[in-house]
């Protein structure tokens, strides 16, 4: 299972796509390609923000695509991510390092779920018992 950080959910919106997110995203099979609604929380959030316009409807069309055709593999904030999110996010601020909320919900959805965080922000997630690719990085 390989969950998709909002880094990587954004890059696939636009009129150009990433070439290098598409094609590492073409070497797994799409079922075990997974959201989180913090992701998609995060993602709406940012076209809401946007000014009307084209360029807005036009993402706002394209996330509205994939959220589609993630129907049935968005991930939720279950009572176990919730109880994972309480105990990484207290380990991270007594080790001097704590995190954005946002970044512990999804990692603890990761590691509730059995999932590899895909992101660009691997050092976000650094010291947690999750599997991280950067597929910015990575071939």
């Known amino acids: 299972m390989i969950v998709l950080d909002t880094n990587v959910i954004s890059e696939l919106q636009g009129r150009t796509h ?18 989180t609604t913090i992701a998609v929380a995060e993602m709406r959030y940012g076209l809401e923000l946007l000014d009307d316009g084209r360029r807005k409807a036009t993402l706002i069309a394209d996330f509205n695509r994939i959220e589609s055709e993630f129907a049935g593999r ?8 919730a109880n994972r999110h309480g105990l990484l ?9 704590p995190m954005e909320t946002k970044d512990a919900m999804i990692a603890a959805i990761c590691l509730a779920n059995g999932g590899t965080l895909a992101t660009r922000n691997t050092r976000d997630f650094e010291g947690l018992d999750l599997k991280l690719v950067n597929p910015f990085e990575d071939g």
């Open 18 to 35: 990433s070439e290098r997110i598409l094609n590492w995203l073409d070497g797994y099979d799409v079922e075990t390609l997974f959201l």
């Open 74 to 81: 968005i991930l939720g904030f279950s009572p176990s991510a």
């Open 89 to 97: 996010a207290a380990q991270r601020r007594k080790a001097g390092r």
